[in-house]
Structure formats: structure tokens, C-alpha cells
């Protein structure tokens, strides 16, 4: 039976921007999307999503008087993350070189709020759509889902023992900083600093992304930013649902 305060959860999932765009992004792979041998879209199938999903990426961006010509489909930094949220709830898989929908979940495009749960459950494994790779990659990509678990622990326990309170940014940087970086060798300054940077860097983007799903509510501006959980961050990391 479903509760008077699920409906309004419900309410509130059906609102997410991150949900509307998983769900458009499932109607729009029909029965399959061909994709590249490296297994992403076609820059074509990319430029219409930027479209569709009404993200903030930009194919071809001008930065300054040059033009950087996108080559990739995870150069677009919100598409990718729609792909790769949509994969990691079984909503579509890769075969054959094809992108598909998985029918047996296609029951939750029209439930808001399993759809909302599963989408968090899942959060912890897109470190690599949300943090960079290369040089300018961050411990937090290669723990992200275990660095996630500490910072919504560290915001959950807050708001219990502060009575509703919201954490500190900066708190919670540097608690899954210490979390992530603990077996790690950490030499000179100069490093320990570009690592933190880094760092910081992909969980307030992370943080971000959860503020837009409808998990967190951040208020302020650095370096007095706070964090918080929504009534329907709550719910998630009191386990939500049991269906």
C-alpha cells in the first residue's frame, strides 16, 4: 500500500530534472540505437540529445577564438552522464553494437518514485561519467561509489545529530578526502595539494548533480557552502522502499 507521504515523495521524484531526462533518453532509444566501435553514440545521435534533454553541453565549443572540435560523445559532459545513469539502472544495455531498452524495467518510466530510487541506488557508479580521466583525474573517479557512501553518511549524520542541520561543504570534502586518500603515498606538497584540488573538484560536482536529481539541497556560496539532505534524500538513505 502505498502511504500518503509516498504520494508527495512521488510528487516531488516526478519533478526531477535527471529523471525526465533518464526517461526521455529510454523513450528515445526505441528499439535500438546503433553505436560506435568504441561503444559510445554517434556524434550525430549526441547532437540531437543535447536537444532533447535540454542539457548544458556544447557540441563545438569557442572557447576564447578557437574552436574545439567534440569528438566524442562523453566529451559532452551531462548526455554521457544521462547514457551511462540509464545503463547502470538496467534501463537499456549494450548488445551487438546496439544500445537497447531492457523491457522488463520499462514499467518504471511511468513510476516516479522507484524510478527516483533506483537511479540513487545507483549513483555510486558513475565516478567515470562524472569525474574526469587523464591528467587531470581525481582519487574520488577510482572511489567514487565508497567516497559517496561517506559523504551522504557524513550529511545524514548532521542532520540527525544537529536536528535537521545542514553539513559543510568543506567538512564533507575533507572527510571523504580522508576517506579516499588514506592508502595512498602522498609525497611532496606540491601533490598533496593538486590531489586535493582534484578532489574537491569532482565531489562538489557530484554534490551538483544530486542538488538537480532532487537528493540534496546545497544553499550558500564557497567557502561558507552547505549541504543537506531533501525530504527525498531521506527517504533513499533511510532505505526507501522495500519493493
Given at each position: 500500500?502505498?502511504?500518503?507521504?509516498?504520494?508527495?515523495?512521488a510528487?516531488?521524484?516526478?519533478?526531477?530534472?535527471?529523471?525526465?531526462?533518464?526517461?526521455?533518453?529510454t523513450?528515445?532509444?526505441?528499439?535500438?540505437?546503433?553505436?560506435?566501435?568504441?561503444?559510445?553514440?554517434?556524434?550525430?545521435?549526441?547532437?540531437?540529445?543535447i536537444?532533447?534533454?535540454?542539457t548544458?553541453?556544447?557540441?563545438?565549443?569557442?572557447?576564447?577564438s578557437?574552436?574545439?572540435?567534440?569528438k566524442s560523445?562523453?566529451?559532452?559532459?551531462?548526455?554521457?552522464?544521462v547514457?551511462?545513469?540509464?545503463k547502470a539502472?538496467r534501463?537499456?544495455?549494450?548488445?551487438?553494437?546496439?544500445?537497447?531498452p531492457?523491457?522488463?524495467?520499462?514499467?518504471?518510466?511511468?513510476?516516479?518514485l522507484?524510478?527516483?530510487?533506483?537511479?540513487?541506488?545507483?549513483?555510486?557508479r558513475?565516478?567515470?561519467?562524472?569525474c574526469?580521466?587523464?591528467?587531470?583525474?581525481?582519487l574520488?573517479r577510482?572511489?567514487?561509489?565508497?567516497?559517496?557512501?561517506v559523504?551522504?553518511?557524513?550529511?545524514?549524520?548532521?542532520?540527525?545529530?544537529?536536528?535537521?542541520?545542514?553539513?559543510?561543504v568543506?567538512?564533507?570534502?575533507?572527510?571523504?578526502?580522508?576517506?579516499?586518500s588514506?592508502?595512498?603515498?602522498?609525497?611532496?606538497?606540491?601533490?598533496?595539494?593538486?590531489?586535493?584540488?582534484?578532489?574537491?573538484?569532482?565531489?562538489r560536482?557530484?554534490?551538483?548533480?544530486?542538488?538537480?536529481?532532487g537528493?540534496v539541497?546545497?544553499?550558500?556560496?564557497?567557502?561558507?557552502?552547505t549541504?543537506?539532505?531533501t525530504?527525498?534524500?531521506?527517504?533513499?538513505?533511510?532505505?526507501?522502499?522495500?519493493?
Amino acid at each position: 500500500m502505498t502511504t500518503a507521504s509516498e504520494v508527495d515523495l512521488a510528487a516531488t521524484a516526478a519533478e526531477s530534472v535527471w529523471a525526465a531526462r533518464v526517461v526521455a533518453f529510454t523513450h528515445w532509444v526505441g528499439t535500438g540505437r546503433k553505436l560506435t566501435q568504441a561503444g559510445r553514440l554517434t556524434l550525430a545521435d549526441a547532437r540531437t540529445l543535447i536537444g532533447l534533454l535540454n542539457t548544458a553541453d556544447e557540441f563545438d565549443p569557442l572557447i576564447g577564438s578557437q574552436v574545439f572540435r567534440t569528438k566524442s560523445s562523453e566529451e559532452l559532459r551531462e548526455v554521457n552522464a544521462v547514457v551511462e545513469w540509464a545503463k547502470a539502472a538496467r534501463l537499456v544495455r549494450v548488445t551487438g553494437g546496439k544500445l537497447i531498452p531492457v523491457n522488463k524495467s520499462t514499467m518504471l518510466l511511468d513510476r516516479p518514485l522507484p524510478l527516483w530510487q533506483r537511479m540513487f541506488e545507483v549513483f555510486g557508479r558513475l565516478g567515470p561519467a562524472i569525474c574526469p580521466s587523464g591528467w587531470t583525474e581525481s582519487l574520488l573517479r577510482r572511489h567514487f561509489a565508497a567516497g559517496l557512501g561517506v559523504a551522504l553518511s557524513s550529511i545524514h549524520t548532521r542532520a540527525v545529530e544537529g536536528n535537521g542541520g545542514a553539513a559543510p561543504v568543506t567538512a564533507v570534502c575533507t572527510q571523504v578526502w580522508e576517506a579516499v586518500s588514506h592508502d595512498y603515498r602522498i609525497e611532496t606538497a606540491s601533490q598533496q595539494t593538486t590531489w586535493r584540488r582534484l578532489h574537491d573538484r569532482d565531489l562538489r560536482r557530484a554534490l551538483g548533480l544530486l542538488a538537480q536529481f532532487g537528493a540534496v539541497r546545497l544553499t550558500g556560496q564557497q567557502p561558507d557552502e552547505t549541504v543537506e539532505l531533501t525530504p527525498l534524500g531521506r527517504w533513499a538513505v533511510g532505505g526507501g522502499s522495500r519493493q
